[in-house]
């Protein structure tokens, strides 16, 4: 069986509305969110402080598809069976943030969840070729992590060709976070990406009390997508 290459699109929290998470989430997923995504920050990884295990599991009683949790903190491994066990259905560590990311994929998995790994910019694939079998999903941040509406880096582009032609039909999810618009979305699925995160390009113009838009920017970046690749959902 050929691995699911369709697009989804997993709108990140972060740039929701911080008093009203619940209901946000149940928003976006009303509006066509194939995943939820949740940065967490630690200050010291990136530049930002957001969520910890506890926020975790209070965002999970809202979420019904997936809850994909990016974990940019180090180091990562004595948080692995909190976040686990606050709902995680995805936990995603950074490359960069430890001198033994086997052992904490394995970690991640052996918590019951779907391992993600994650690179920099400024980060090759060299080092992903021996984790392949660790892996459910890599994503590759196309800013650099720490805050939302940066812009888009296409130098990455080039970076997701090459990690799908090394992945072939592994079903292995390619991720991209950061700068994904319908203007950029298309690129990185032509390239070869199947999961986009995307924070206020989902988010402007909409609210709990309007979420027509959240629905409306979801259907524009999968069309813009999906044009580029003939996948249909």
């Known amino acids: 069986m050929r691995p699911d290459r369709s697009i989804k699109i997993a709108p990140s929290i972060l740039s929701a509305d911080f008093a009203d998470f619940g209901q946000e989430i149940e928003a976006i997923e009303a509006q066509g969110a194939d995943w939820v995504h949740v940065d967490v920050m630690d200050g010291h990884f990136v530049p930002n402080l957001t969520f910890g295990p506890p926020a975790i599991a209070a965002f999970r009683r809202h979420v019904t598809t997936v809850m994909d949790v990016h974990l940019m903190i180090a180091p990562v491994d004595p948080y692995i069976d909190a976040f686990a066990r606050a709902g995680a259905d995805v936990l995603t560590a950074h490359l960069e943030a430890g001198p033994h990311i086997h052992r904490t994929l394995q970690a991640i998995r052996g918590a019951g969840c779907k ?17 392949l079998d660790m892996v459910d999903l890599v994503c590759v941040m196309t800013v650099n992590p720490g805050f939302g509406g940066q812009k888009f880096i296409h130098s990455q582009i080039d970076k997701v060709k090459r990690l799908r032609a090394l992945i072939g039909d592994r ?13 950029t979305a298309p690129l990185m699925a032509a390239a070869g990406a199947d999961v986009l995160v995307a924070g206020s390009a989902v988010f402007k113009g909409g609210s709990v009390e309007n979420p027509a838009p959240y629905g409306e920017n979801i259907r524009a970046i999968r069309a ?7 996948v249909m959902a």
């Open 115 to 131: 391992a993600g790994l994650a690179l920099n910019p400024g980060t090759g694939i060299d080092g992903v070729e021996n984790l």
């Open 171 to 183: 079903p292995i999810h390619i991720e991209i976070d950061g700068g994904i618009t319908p203007e």
């Open 224 to 230: 813009a997508a999906e044009a580029a690749t003939g």
